[in-house]
C-alpha cells in the first residue's frame, strides 16, 4: 500500500498569512504515460462531505480560490494557501489514486492563531 | 445539478448486515466510476471502495474485502454497497463520491452528505 504522511498534524496560522502543509507518499504516484501525478487535496469541514480543491496534484478545481495551490512531484508535494482566511478553517487531507487501495494522509488541521 | 443523495444505514448489531443507497443526478452516470469512503468518529477519511462506470470493475480496501459488496444500477442511476459481517470498527459516516472525469483511477468531485452506520450491540 502507498503510505500518505502528512505535516504538521496541526497548523496554527494568522489570518492574512501563509499556511503550508506538506503530504509525502511512500512511492511515485507520477504515471509516466501522462506525465500527472495522481495526488488530491480535500478540504474537510466538520458536519460537511470532503471538498476537492486540487487534482493531478497541481490544478486547482473550479470555484476554489486562487490562494489555494498545489504543488510537487513524485513522492513529495505542498498544499499551499497564500493568505488565510477565517473559512479556511478546517482539516485538509492528500489523496493519492495512482494504486489501489487509493489511501488518504493522516489530515492536517489548520487554525487560527 | 450534479448531485447525490445517500439513504440506508443507521444501527446495527455485530455480525449484522446493512445495505446503503446513493442516487445520482445531473451527469451522464454510467460513464462515471463512483466510489464509498469513510470517516470514523474523531479518525481522517478512509477509502472503502470503487466501481467503474459499467459496474464491470469493482475494487475494495483489505479492511472490507469480502465483507462488503459495491454494486450499481445504471438503469436507477443508483449505487449499493452491501455490508455484511459488520464489526464494530466499521462504524463511521459513509460517503457515496463520484470520479472527477470518470476513470477507475481518479479524484472524486462530488461528494453526498454522508450516512452514518453505527455497528454496536
Known amino acids: 500500500d502507498i503510505v500518505m504522511t502528512q505535516s504538521p498534524d496541526s497548523l496554527p496560522v494568522s489570518l492574512g498569512e501563509r499556511a503550508t502543509i506538506s503530504c509525502k507518499s511512500s512511492?511515485?504516484?507520477?504515471?509516466?504515460?501522462?506525465?500527472?501525478?495522481?495526488l488530491a487535496w480535500y478540504q474537510k469541514k466538520p458536519g460537511q462531505p470532503p471538498k476537492l480543491l486540487i487534482h493531478w496534484a497541481s490544478f486547482r478545481e473550479s470555484g476554489v480560490p486562487d490562494r489555494f495551490s498545489g504543488s510537487g512531484s513524485g513522492t513529495d508535494f505542498t498544499l499551499t494557501i497564500s493568505s488565510l482566511q477565517a473559512e479556511d478553517v478546517a482539516v485538509y487531507y492528500c489523496q493519492q489514486y495512482y494504486d489501489t487501495p487509493r489511501t488518504f494522509g493522516q489530515g492536517t488541521r489548520l487554525e487560527i492563531k | 445539478e450534479v448531485q447525490l443523495v445517500e439513504s440506508g444505514g443507521g444501527l446495527v448489531q455485530p455480525g449484522g448486515s446493512l445495505r446503503l443507497s446513493c442516487a445520482a443526478s445531473g451527469f451522464t452516470f454510467n460513464s462515471y466510476a463512483m466510489a464509498w469512503v469513510r470517516q470514523a468518529p474523531g479518525k481522517g477519511l478512509e477509502w472503502v471502495s470503487t466501481?467503474?462506470?459499467?459496474?464491470?470493475?469493482?475494487y475494495y480496501a483489505d479492511s472490507v474485502k469480502g465483507r462488503f459488496t459495491f454494486s450499481r444500477d445504471n438503469s436507477k442511476n443508483t449505487v449499493y454497497l452491501q455490508m455484511t459481517s459488520l464489526r464494530t470498527e466499521d462504524t463511521a459516516v459513509y460517503y457515496c463520491a463520484k470520479s472527477f472525469r470518470g476513470g477507475d483511477y481518479d479524484a472524486f468531485d462530488i461528494w453526498g452528505q454522508g450516512r452514518m452506520v453505527t455497528v454496536s450491540s
Open positions: 512511492q511515485s504516484v507520477f504515471y509516466n504515460s501522462n506525465k500527472k501525478n495522481y
Open positions: 466501481i467503474s462506470g459499467s459496474g464491470g470493475s469493482t
